[in-house]
């Protein structure tokens, strides 16, 4: 029935070999991106069918066994695949978005160096992240993890000779490396936990249902869901792991939009999602999923506030929507939280995207007139609404949408987890106010983004204004049709306050309505209540526009004076709350410390030392011992009789 | 009488001869020849041992050591001559390059 699940990762992986192979000899850019391209296309369509297929389906869960992979003792491990309604949501999104990003990629990344290189990555990419949502047990979930790992490392430092791009890639993998030992501590504590209570498994669905095995709320599932926490800290760029994801930018823009924003980041929500009947019965790891989510969501929006790069306010702007979402698993709102998932990643890949296009402009611009401005600051932009039509329109519908303004995709999404972070039974006020304060800054940043870069005045150097293009088809494309989906993706979750019926969320209900019943996890609350905090945040969003257009529009001189009246905080947001001079501080500097002194002390005294002092010692040896080779005959036989003599005297007497 | 004894005691002075010659004597030649000293005590003692216990199989053995010694004389002597040839001596002494 669903046997040709297997073909949805194995695309891609074709695409990657085929492009890792060959793709330095075809040297034809069309042929290789249209490769990777079409193989993603195809991925999509069995996606598609697949979905469709599940949709029809009274039966919602559907595993497929590709072949087994160990067998020892009683426990069973297969290369399995897991078809749901919450993987189907996801490989919906990684083909989908990943499609339309390859397709992006072959006009953006045009001309480069290593453009082959470029695909057989992306599409390596793809494959992993395939595996990581359709990986039926944990441990194929954690290759696929480790595997998207492994590519974005990989794609951050893909100007790998700018000192910059390697080093951020070094922290993206190191950070991860923190996280992924959190996810293994998980891992294997829960196979141990169970195997204890006679299940040897890491069949997600079996897992599910053994869970009540173990104790609900007992300091066993709290530790187990912790340590899967935070693996997902590290890799969805939560406090205190967050710091990798802004330096990522120095990717090329296609890979902050597909890994960066839209796919990789979002697997630590799926894997909470994946699991989500462990994490319901942990009430601890929950409050605290809900709490790191929720100031992740604050702290990364006041750092938006700030910046001047063009990405790097995306990047922002992206762990806070990231915090959001762990907000709403936090409370327990999971529908919601991947419901936010597929709509961040349609508004938040189109913003990426459509920054990449401005970028791409404008480097175009510079490039003929022989000008090394730097293409990403914001305060070289400005009135580009009219050179760039298309990317400025996608642009706003984007940040409409994120900015929760009615009747656009992240306003369904973003109020359900704020009505659930106030109303669930897991949830607090508090919690909303951090969601709803981080709402406001969000319209306000992202306002004061397109207000800069598309508004105003033109603020490119005059030599180059000219010469700055609206992109070429294969990029507008890809916007027109996220910004699209930006656009009307949330109509398939209207909430039943407006009178929808939340299709999504019904969707979903099977593989999280166990879980939330079980766990008596629910929102309540007064349908005026509601009403209200809806308008609250709506009524939030709009001063936050209204805030950015005073600064950025109607007074252009006010941003200036504001940073002159508020310089400590100023400061303090711009150098990001100087987090990462902190962990240079705590973590950094004594590792380094400690890796000197055990060069110099260890390796060099006692290792060093062992080893040549054995060769000392062989050569004293030698030179004492080479004196008895007299070279005379007579020596050599009156040796020879002497041990003859001895050894028959010991033999015989 | 003369009795099994006395040949192996024979035979064991001509062995020391033969071991002191070799330890002591400079000359290639004279070295080569307390050799075959050496091997003929030991031929003694085959044919006096075959002889006391009535088994052929000592003095077979003898036959072989003759050979060898005949074919050990033949290299033995080509070496000394390709050693005078170096160093215009056949005196142990002189060859001594095998050494630290």
């Known amino acids: ?653 | 009488m003369i009795t099994v004894n006395h040949y192996l005691l024979l035979s064991a002075i001509l062995f020391a001869i033969g071991t002191f010659g070799v330890l002591t004597r400079k000359n290639a030649i004279v070295i080569f020849m307390c050799i075959e000293v050496m091997l003929n005590s030991v031929n003694l003692t085959f044919i006096a041992l075959s002889r006391h216990v009535g088994n052929m199989d000592g003095q077979i053995f003898v036959f072989f050591v003759m050979t060898v010694a005949a074919a050990e004389a033949a290299v033995g002597l080509a070496l000394m001559i390709a050693f005078f040839r170096n160093k215009d001596s056949i005196d142990t002494d002189d060859f001594n390059m095998l050494k630290w």
């Open chain 1, 1 to 653: 029935m669903y046997s040709n699940l297997w073909l949805i990762p194995f695309f891609p992986l074709i695409g990657s070999i085929f492009n890792g192979l060959f793709g330095k000899k075809i040297k034809n850019e069309a042929v290789i991106g249209g490769i990777a391209t079409g193989l993603m296309f195809l991925s999509f369509l069995v996606a598609a069918q697949n979905l469709f297929k599940l949709l029809g389906d009274t039966k919602k869960v559907h595993e497929l066994v590709i072949a087994s992979w160990m067998t020892v003792g009683n426990f069973q491990l297969n290369w399995e695949l897991l078809l749901d309604p919450l993987s189907a949501v996801m490989i919906m999104v990684v083909t989908g978005v990943g499609t339309l990003i390859h397709l992006y990629s072959i006009g953006y990344m045009h001309g480069e160096e290593g453009y082959y290189r470029f695909f057989c990555y992306l599409n390596l990419f793809a494959f992993a992240m395939l595996m990581l949502v359709l990986g039926g047990n944990a441990l194929v979930m954690f290759i696929g993890w480790e595997g998207v790992g492994l590519c974005s490392y990989l794609l951050i430092g893909y100007y790998y000779e700018k000192k910059s791009a390697s080093t951020a890639a070094n922290k993206a993998f190191i950070v991860n490396r923190v996280g992924d030992f959190g996810f293994l501590c998980g891992l294997l504590t829960l196979f141990w936990a169970l195997a204890e209570k006679g299940v040897w498994t890491l069949n997600f669905v079996k897992i599910a249902e053994s869970g009540h095995l173990l104790e609900s709320g007992g300091l066993l599932i709290t530790v187990v869901t912790l340590s899967f926490f935070l693996g997902a800290t590290g890799k969805s760029a939560q406090i205190p792991l967050f710091t990798w994801l802004p330096d990522a930018m120095e990717g090329p823009t296609p890979v902050s939009a597909l890994i960066h924003a839209a796919t990789m980041v979002t697997a630590g929500v799926y894997m909470i999602g994946r699991m989500n009947g462990l994490f319901a019965m942990a009430p601890a790891t929950m409050m605290t999923i809900a709490i790191v989510g929720g100031l992740t969501a604050f702290f990364a929006a006041t750092i938006g506030l700030a910046q001047n790069d063009i990405k790097r306010v995306l990047a922002y702007s992206t762990v806070s929507q990231l915090g959001y979402m762990f907000l709403a698993m936090g409370v327990g709102a999971f529908s919601a939280g991947i419901f936010h998932l597929m709509t961040h990643a349609f508004f938040k890949a189109c913003l990426f995207l459509g920054s990449g296009s401005v970028i791409h402009g404008l480097h175009h611009a510079y490039h003929r007139a022989h000008l090394h401005d730097d293409p990403q600051d914001m305060r070289n932009m400005g009135g580009l609404r009219k050179k760039m039509p298309i990317t400025f329109i996608t642009f706003l519908v984007s940040t409409i949408a994120i900015s929760g303004i009615p009747f656009f995709s992240g306003f369904f999404s973003k109020d359900e987890i704020l009505w659930w972070s106030f109303g669930s039974t897991r949830g607090h006020w508090l919690l909303w106010l951090l969601g709803a304060a981080a709402a406001g800054m969000t319209a306000f940043y992202m306002f004061r983004l397109v207000f800069m870069t598309f508004f105003g005045e033109q603020k490119t150097d005059a030599r180059a204004r000219d010469h700055i293009p609206e992109s070429p088809f294969t990029i507008t494309i890809p916007l027109m049709v996220l910004g699209f989906f930006a656009l009307i993706g949330g109509y398939i979750g209207i909430p039943k306050i407006l009178g929808g019926v939340n299709r999504f969320d019904a969707f979903l209900a099977p593989v999280f309505e166990q879980a939330q019943h079980a766990n008596e996890i629910h929102a309540h609350g007064t349908l005026a209540t509601e009403y209200t905090l809806m308008a609250i945040s709506v009524a939030i969003a709009t001063v936050g526009i209204f805030i950015a257009w005073v600064m950025y529009i109607k007074n252009p001189e006010l941003p200036a004076k504001f940073v002159a009246r508020f310089s400590r905080a100023h400061k303090v947001v711009f150098n990001k709350w100087y987090i990462d001079e902190l962990y240079d501080f705590l973590f950094v500097s004594p590792c380094k410390r400690l890796g000197t002194f055990l060069w110099r002390g260890f390796d060099v005294k006692v290792v060093d030392g062992v080893v040549n002092g054995c060769a000392w010692v062989i050569k004293g040896l030698g030179t004492g011992l080479r004196y008895t080779q007299s070279g005379y005959l007579y020596n050599y036989a009156m040796a020879m009789v002497v041990g003859v003599v001895v050894i028959v005297g010991f033999l015989v007497f």
